[in-house]
């Protein structure tokens, strides 16, 4: 979700033939490079589609078994960090039960959300508990993470040297 030119996509559908790999981004200015490098890599495993988190088509509920959001800005961040219906309400409903949402943020006091620290992300947890994501933890995520998330924004902002990034997992638990 906000999946940039998804460079992150490409790289779960080509090394993961047996998965089926979803890149969902409101902007289809980056994802059509995207969509172009896995047509001409006739990755059959990949799908590209121009959409905002908060007009999800019905037909993709309940069938992720994962879902990642790697350094989200705007209205998704804002969602995010709200626990909103429009935005965390959205992103529950993609997934199975037991499905996994991994977000990686990195976002400071002049990106105007104000510092996202894994303490924060802590006290916000009951906001995803009502649409039933349970937090399994949150951190400050190493360098590793920050480079397997295969993020350009990432790269280009400097996250993991000039500036820290957190992650946080929770679990679709729908009893
Ligand atoms: C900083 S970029 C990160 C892109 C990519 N994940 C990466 O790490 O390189 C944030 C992305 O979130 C997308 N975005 C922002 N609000 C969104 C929304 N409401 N629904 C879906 N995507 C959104 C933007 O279009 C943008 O591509």
Known sequence: MGAGNGGYV??????EPTSFAVAIDASPDALARGAWSAKRAHLANAAFLVEGVERLPRELA????EVTVHFPWGSLLQGLLDGSSS???????LM???A???????????DGFGAVTPS??????????????????ARWASSEVIRESRSAWAKRLGV???RPAVIARYRRDAT
Request: aromatic share 2%; proline share 0%.
């Open 100 to 110: 996994e949402l991994r977000v990686l943020v990195s976002a400071g006091v002049r």
């Open 87 to 93: 935005v965390v309400g959205s992103v529950a409903a």
């Open 120 to 137: 924060v992300i802590i006290s916000r947890c009951a906001n995803y508990l009502q649409h039933g994501l349970r937090l399994v933890d």
């Open 62 to 65: 309940c069938l992720a078994d």
């Open 10 to 15: 490409l790289h779960r559908a080509r090394t």
């Open 96 to 98: 199975k039960n037991r």
């Open 160 to 162: 993991g040297r000039t």
